[in-house]
């Protein structure tokens, strides 16, 4: 399974940026698909995740009400959409993917493949 993110840059605080995460080489829907982040000096945390076909979907504390993660199987891509992005948002991005499709994990041991990640920074 490849793994392309794209959608990072610069933002304002308070604006918004879509991520995308393109896959190819397995089927779509066989996988769940989850969105990381990893600051300068810092581990990296989970921050959104989604099942196979949408139905369960997870975030982390820090991103519930602000991001929102879908998935268009028919174009074998998932998205993060980030609204009212503040400056702690900084980090570079990663989408992953596992095969626990029915799941939507929330740690990264449990996913099996992982693209590039996309800078997002967010000024002040």
């Known amino acids: 399974v490849q793994l392309q993110a794209s959608g990072g840059g610069l933002v304002q605080a308070g604006g918004s940026l879509r991520l995308s995460c393109a896959a190819s080489g397995r089927t779509f829907n066989s996988l769940g698909m989850g969105w990381f982040r990893q600051a300068p000096g810092k581990e990296r945390e989970f921050v959104a995740a989604i099942s196979w076909y949408g139905r369960t979907t997870n975030y982390a504390d820090s991103v519930k009400g602000r991001f929102t993660i879908s998935r268009d199987n028919a174009k074998n891509t998932a998205y993060l959409q980030m609204n009212s992005l503040k400056p702690e948002d900084r980090a570079v991005y990663y989408c992953?993917?596992?095969?626990?499709?029915?799941?939507?994990?929330?740690?990264?041991?449990?996913?099996?493949?992982w693209g590039q990640g996309t800078q997002v920074t967010v000024s002040s």
């Open positions: 992953a993917a596992d095969n626990t499709y029915w799941a939507a994990n929330t740690g990264p041991h449990q996913y099996n493949y």
